[in-house]
């Protein structure tokens, strides 16, 4: 008997262009539905500990109430054929592509949040359901203003944080998939995958190597003081059947080191610090051979779609790093948080707890803070990375295989 196929298998897209035509999508259809991240699989033909991947994605068919059914026409495809969307991990049952507005044409607004009229507003983004405001502010007294309504509405159980960057990015999407989606052309999504998804580096490959490295730096630092790297076999079993707060720690403090000190992960970078924000809105990054730098980013000049941006996400299902117990600056002094990004069918999954963007105008001014405040040179844990790094050289399998070549040593700019 055949095994079943794994989740990667399935949805090549040479395997998913098949099924659609078979289904009555036309060439067109499928060029359109393929460059958009969508592809079609037989959930059918997945074992069940790769249908995993897609738990959490939405069960076929749940649309928004609001979309267009005059142009709703399903296509029949045999066995469990479904489209699914790479960055969304929505699940759709077959239909013919039009101005279907799945999503909704609007959107929800955020909740809890500020309601800002459309002529407060820059311009407004959509993900999934949700639609985002977008906000130019002109100062930092400006945007601690804005702010303040959202920590009036703040609860502990969902707390604000955000993320600067130099420039707002998109989902690809093209018009016909932007109209079945959302009902518009013109509709834009934020793009906040993770690294690891964007390169297409395989972070659980990496993983036990970087536990491994992790524990081993933590061993020297704190000399041997930490004693759960020590949970293993029959004391393993123990916690996992008891809260698995050890296993979590294992896991979360391996992901978002890796991921702080340069490794691709399935998370993202957030703060709760705004400075922080600010600075990496404001400065852009460069990188030579083994070494990076920040230089003041210039955007006077700039039409305003080109303006930094910070972002502001509420959740509560994002985890503080600053706080591990371990030796690692650099968290600490940008306020670190890790999103848990994206993964799988599931690669803009962040976008989703995102509630509102500010635009920085050319009056607002870079961030003064210096690089070495963000990325201090006396990180005992970064120090003991690039000494691993220098000592195995770029033909040890960890160099690659572990991503030790993504942890750069951070410089002033070159003159």
């Known amino acids: 008997?055949?095994?079943?196929?794994?989740?990667?298998?399935?949805?090549?897209?040479?395997?998913?262009?098949?099924?659609?035509?078979?289904?009555?999508?036309?060439?067109?259809?499928?060029?359109?539905?393929?460059?958009?991240?969508?592809?079609?699989?037989?959930?059918?033909?997945?074992?069940?500990?790769?249908?995993?991947?897609?738990?959490?994605?939405?069960?076929?068919n749940l649309l928004s109430p609001h979309m267009d059914l005059n142009h709703f026409k399903p296509l029949k495809a045999s066995g469990d054929v479904v489209l699914v969307d790479y960055y969304t991990g929505?699940?759709?049952?077959?239909?013919?592509?039009?101005?279907?507005?799945?999503?909704?044409?609007?959107?929800?607004?955020?909740?809890?949040?500020?309601?800002?009229s459309e002529s407060e507003q820059l311009q407004t983004l959509r993900s999934r359901f949700n639609r985002i405001p977008v906000r130019a502010v002109t100062s930092r007294q400006h945007l601690d203003q804005e702010l303040e309504?959202?920590?009036?509405?703040?609860?502990?159980?969902?707390?604000?944080?955000?993320?600067?960057?130099?420039?707002?990015?998109?989902?690809n999407r093209r018009p016909r998939v932007k109209e079945f989606l959302y009902g518009s052309c013109s509709a834009q999504e934020p793009s906040l995958p993770s690294t690891a998804y964007r390169r297409q580096f395989n972070y659980l490959a990496a993983e036990r190597h970087w536990k491994a490295i992790v524990a081993d730096i933590d061993y020297r630092l704190s000399g041997f003081a930490d004693n759960r790297w020590w949970v293993e076999d029959d004391i393993e079993h123990v916690y996992l059947t008891s809260d698995g707060h050890i296993a979590r720690w294992h896991r979360l403090s391996t992901m978002s080191i890796?991921?702080?000190?340069?490794?691709?992960?399935?998370?993202?970078?957030?703060?709760?610090?705004?400075?922080?924000?600010?600075?990496?809105?404001?400065?852009?990054?460069?990188e030579r051979d083994d070494t990076a730098w920040y230089t003041s980013h210039k955007w006077h000049e700039q039409p305003s779609e080109n303006w930094p941006v910070i972002y502001v996400f509420r959740s509560s299902d994002w985890d503080p790093i600053h706080d591990l117990e371990l030796a690692a600056e650099r968290p600490r002094r940008q306020a670190a948080v890790l999103a848990h990004g994206s993964w799988g069918v599931h690669g803009n999954i962040v976008a989703d707890d995102l509630i509102a963007v500010f635009v920085l105008a050319p009056s607002f001014g870079v961030a003064p803070a210096e690089t070495r405040d963000i990325f201090p040179s006396d990180d005992p844990f970064y120090r003991e990375l690039l000494s691993l790094k220098a000592s195995i050289g770029d033909k040890h399998p960890l160099y690659s295989g572990a991503g030790l070549k993504h942890v750069f040593e951070i410089v002033e700019p070159p003159s």
């Open 1 to 60: 008997m055949k095994p079943p196929s794994s989740l990667s298998d399935v949805l090549r897209p040479e395997k998913s262009a098949a099924l659609m035509q078979a289904i009555g999508y036309s060439s067109t259809d499928i060029e359109d539905l393929h460059g958009s991240g969508m592809l079609a699989m037989d959930v059918g033909k997945l074992p069940l500990e790769d249908r995993l991947e897609l738990l959490g994605s939405d069960p076929e």
């Open 90 to 116: 929505a699940r759709l049952k077959p239909m013919k592509l039009g101005p279907l507005a799945i999503f909704g044409q609007r959107g929800l607004e955020p909740r809890p949040g500020p309601i800002w």
């Open 149 to 171: 309504l959202f920590r009036k509405i703040n609860t502990p159980r969902s707390s604000i944080f955000f993320r600067g960057q130099t420039n707002q990015y998109f989902v």
């Open 258 to 286: 890796s991921q702080h000190y340069g490794l691709p992960t399935f998370g993202l970078d957030v703060t709760t610090s705004l400075d922080t924000a600010w600075w990496f809105a404001t400065h852009k990054f460069h």
